[in-house]
């Protein structure tokens, strides 16, 4: 699994893309619509929105998961929380990917959703999770060089 966490320093998240916010609105509507639930209410550019999106679970690709995995509840991903805040987007608590580090498929996909989404994402703020131990714990590491370059691959 991987988490998308840009820098401390990044509080404010990334920058929208178009900058033309009626263009902008449209883009990560349609983002939205197509990665996550519905997203109820509709936000407005000209306010602060925080919410929380559950994954669209067929546009992820179709791994068999362990129902203790990392982020699994009741048989579904826990939610994103987002911030929308003018022409910024963040996460507040990081952007968690359903996706294997070990399968191509995860790649392809992370390269669709960069593609798509309406910020543009760096491999340099991934981290995998690894197991710890032996009693089914996971920690967030630093992608291995070979994992890295297959981000930059996908993501850039």
Excluded: C
């Amino acid at each position: 699994m991987f988490s998308y966490r840009p820098p401390k320093n990044n509080i404010w998240g990334h920058a929208i893309r178009p900058k033309d916010p009626v263009k902008a609105k449209l883009k990560v509507n349609a983002f939205f619509k197509t990665y996550f639930e519905q997203l109820d209410p509709e936000w407005d550019v000209t306010r602060q929105l925080t919410f929380e999106l559950n994954w669209n679970t067929s546009v992820l690709p179709g791994i068999e998961w362990h129902e203790e995995f990392l982020g699994m509840e009741n048989g579904r991903w826990q939610k994103v929380l987002f911030m929308l805040t003018g022409d910024r987007i963040s996460f507040m608590l990081g952007l968690l990917f359903p996706v294997l580090s070990t399968e191509p498929a995860s790649y392809a996909f992370l390269k669709r959703f960069s593609d798509d989404a309406p910020f543009k994402m760096s491999a340099k703020y991934f981290q995998v999770s690894t197991p710890v131990g032996n009693k089914g714990k996971w920690a967030w590491r630093k992608p291995d060089a070979e994992i890295y370059a297959r981000l930059q691959d996908a993501v850039g």
